[in-house]
Every structure is written in structure tokens, then in C-alpha cells.
Nanobody
């Protein structure tokens, strides 16, 4: 099973990026798929998740700026990030999991993609 994240890069504050995560090896239609991030010197934090049947959840810090979407047929999840801020700079990880972001059961992780937002 593999989750491959892509789409990170360097962008100026106020700009946009779209992250993609493609899963292979099994289907995750019954799993939450989402994004987490880890900034330098900080703990990993939840960003956004989408249930297979459409419910979404966002961290307060990204509400109104980030949009998570999912294509179950492609076994993929995306994160559209708009109005980026320097504090969004982090390595972004995609994940597929059962349970909650705080208490995961049977979780799978991608390798991370770096997002750098310059001021």
C-alpha cells in the first residue's frame, strides 16, 4: 500500500497551491482521507479530512482558505490551498485512516511534500 503526495513548492504569500495524493495497493472508500502538516520545530497537526461519503472537516486555521476534495474512483485526495500565509509553511502529509485524527486505527501515510510560503 502506498500513498504518493505531490504538488508542494515555493509560493508567495497570498498565492495558491494544489496538493494531490494518489493511493495504490488498496481502496480507501471506507476510510477518512486527509492532510496533516508539520512545521519546523512543531508537532504534526491536522489540516483537513474528507469522509468517503462527503463530510469534510477542517482545522480552524485553514477554514475558508483550503478545500479538500476526493475522488474515490481514482483513490485520490486533493487539497486546494488559497490565500497562503507564511505560517502555512510545512511538510504536508496525506493519510488514510479509520477512527479520528486524534485516535487513528489502521492508518496509512504518504511521504510528505514541502510547502514553503514566502512573505
Amino acid at each position: 500500500v502506498q500513498l504518493q503526495a505531490s504538488g508542494g513548492g515555493l509560493v508567495q504569500a497570498g498565492g495558491s497551491l494544489r496538493l494531490s495524493c494518489a493511493a495504490s495497493g488498496r481502496t480507501f472508500s471506507n476510510y477518512r482521507m486527509g492532510w496533516f502538516r508539520q512545521a519546523p520545530g512543531k508537532e504534526r497537526e491536522f489540516v483537513a479530512a474528507r469522509w468517503g461519503f462527503g463530510i469534510t472537516q477542517y482545522a480552524d486555521s485553514v477554514k475558508g482558505r483550503f478545500t479538500i476534495s476526493r475522488d474515490n474512483a481514482k483513490n485520490a485526495v486533493y487539497l486546494q490551498m488559497n490565500s497562503l500565509k507564511p505560517e502555512d509553511t510545512a511538510v504536508y502529509y496525506c493519510a488514510a485512516y479509520l477512527g479520528t485524527s486524534a485516535t487513528m486505527l489502521d492508518d496509512y501515510w504518504g511521504q510528505g511534500t514541502l510547502v514553503t510560503v514566502s512573505s
